[in-house]
Every structure is written in structure tokens, then in C-alpha cells.
T-cell receptor, first 115, second 115 residues
Framework: AQTVTQSQPEMSVQEAETVTLSCTYD???????LFWYKQPPSRQMILVIR??????QNATENRFSVNFQKAAKSFSLKISDSQLGDTAMYFC????????????FGKGTKLTVNP | SQTIHQWPATLVQPVGSPLSLECTVE??????LYWYRQAAGRGLQLLFY??????ISSEVPQNLSASRPQDRQFILSSKKLLLSDSGFYLC??????????????FGQGTRLTVV
């Protein structure tokens, strides 16, 4: 089965602290990308960070970084120095290939950054 | 640069009425196109995706249909809306996975309320 699982429906963090959102996926592919998207209250989906599966180095974009464990099929997002503007829904996404070319999202994690 | 337009932004329709949501992409050719639905407080559910004109794949059996009459036009339709069709609908596009980098770009979304 091609699935993307986010096991944390809601999380909260204090401003300036660090929070980690988890994501696991199931695939038989060997080369692929993984994505984290952010959906703020405006509902506009924004790409936060992407990871190439064949790269062992974890991707980093400013305060956002991933912990990619390919063997465990785990792809967590770490947000450092959390800011109020980070309050949003966060979705993990995986493009399933094998001829289907589907982009499938997890159910999302609602993150609230408290002042 | 590529842009995606989705309209209308909001829509209130009575039960049993037809539906037509339109999405167009500019600045690219032969994109993969997607329709997602996001119910209140829930994740993104993939409804349809298309890899070319007239090629539609349905992910879930439902009251909705999709069409792709032109390369960069994707339409979501219903002949008779149900109350359960209410939700937030997102159109998205991505490049074909020549490099497996199927980052998706989203429209602004349509909030549909069926009354």
C-alpha cells in the first residue's frame, strides 16, 4: 500500500523553542523525493522543504530541517527557533511513481506556536 | 514564470445543483494536474489526477468528476451536489517526474458550501 502517515494530529510549542513533526511512508521505490508543505490560516499551500532520497545529507532551509531515515521510511521536520508565523497545518507529501504519478499527502499536523 | 489560477474562491450551492470548478496553469506545458479536497480539520484527499489531455484517474468513488479539455485546464464537476461535497477544494500542478521531483504548486483554493 502507498501510504503517508502523520501520527501527530496537533502539536504546540513555545515561541523560540524547537519542535519536531513526524512522518512515515511506505514505498518500494528506491529513488524519490519527499516534501513538507505548510498551510497557514490563509489556506495557501507553501513548500517548506524537500529531500532527495538518494542523498544521505539531511535537507536544511533556514530554521527548517529534516531527519530522513530511509531504511525506517521516516521523514521528520524540525523547526528551530519557532516563530508565531509558523502556526499552520503541516503536511508531509510523497510522489508515488510506478506509472501512477500521484502526489499523496499525509493527514497533516496542526502546529500552534504560543507566545 | 508559472502561475495557477483557480476559481471561484468561494461558492455556496444548494443540494442537487450542478458544480463546475475551473483551474488553469500558465507558463508550462504538459503538467500533471490534481484536484484535492480538504474537509474541515482534515488532511488533503486526492480526488483526481491527470497526466495529459483527456487522461483522468479517479482516486475515490464519489459524486464528482473531472475533465481536462486542454493541456493546462482542469475542471471539477458534479451533476448534483450533496451536502457531503462541502469542503475546501485545491487544484495543483507539477512537472512530470522526469527527475522524480514532483513538487506541487497549488491554487488559492475554493471553499464550497452545499446548503
Amino acid at each position: 500500500a502507498q501510504t503517508v502517515t502523520q501520527s501527530q494530529p496537533e502539536m504546540s510549542v513555545q515561541e523560540a523553542e524547537t519542535v519536531t513533526l513526524s512522518c512515515t511512508y511506505d514505498t518500494s521505490e528506491s529513488n524519490y523525493y519527499l516534501f513538507w508543505y505548510k498551510q497557514p490560516p490563509s489556506r495557501q499551500m507553501i513548500l517548506v522543504i524537500r529531500q532527495e532520497a538518494y542523498k544521505q545529507q539531511n535537507a536544511t532551509e533556514n530554521r527548517f530541517s529534516v531527519n530522513f531515515q530511509k531504511a525506517a521510511k521516516s521523514f521528520s521536520l524540525k523547526i528551530s527557533d519557532s516563530q508565531l508565523g509558523d502556526t499552520a497545518m503541516y503536511f508531509c507529501a510523497f510522489p508515488f511513481q510506478g506509472g501512477s504519478e500521484k502526489l499523496v499527502f499525509g493527514k497533516g499536523t496542526k502546529l500552534t506556536v504560543n507566545p | 514564470s508559472q502561475t495557477i489560477h483557480q476559481w471561484p474562491a468561494t461558492l455556496v450551492q444548494p443540494v442537487g445543483s450542478p458544480l463546475s470548478l475551473e483551474c488553469t496553469v500558465e507558463g508550462t506545458s504538459n503538467p500533471n494536474l490534481y484536484w484535492y479536497r480538504q474537509a474541515a480539520g482534515r488532511g488533503l484527499q486526492l480526488l483526481f489526477y491527470s497526466v495529459g489531455i483527456g487522461q483522468i484517474s479517479s482516486e475515490v468513488p464519489q459524486n464528482l468528476s473531472a475533465s481536462r479539455p486542454q493541456d493546462r485546464q482542469f475542471i471539477l464537476s458534479s451533476k448534483k451536489l450533496l451536502l457531503s461535497d462541502s469542503g475546501f477544494y485545491l487544484c495543483a500542478w507539477s512537472l512530470p517526474p522526469t527527475g522524480l521531483n514532483t513538487e506541487a504548486f497549488f491554487g488559492q483554493g475554493t471553499r464550497l458550501t452545499v446548503v
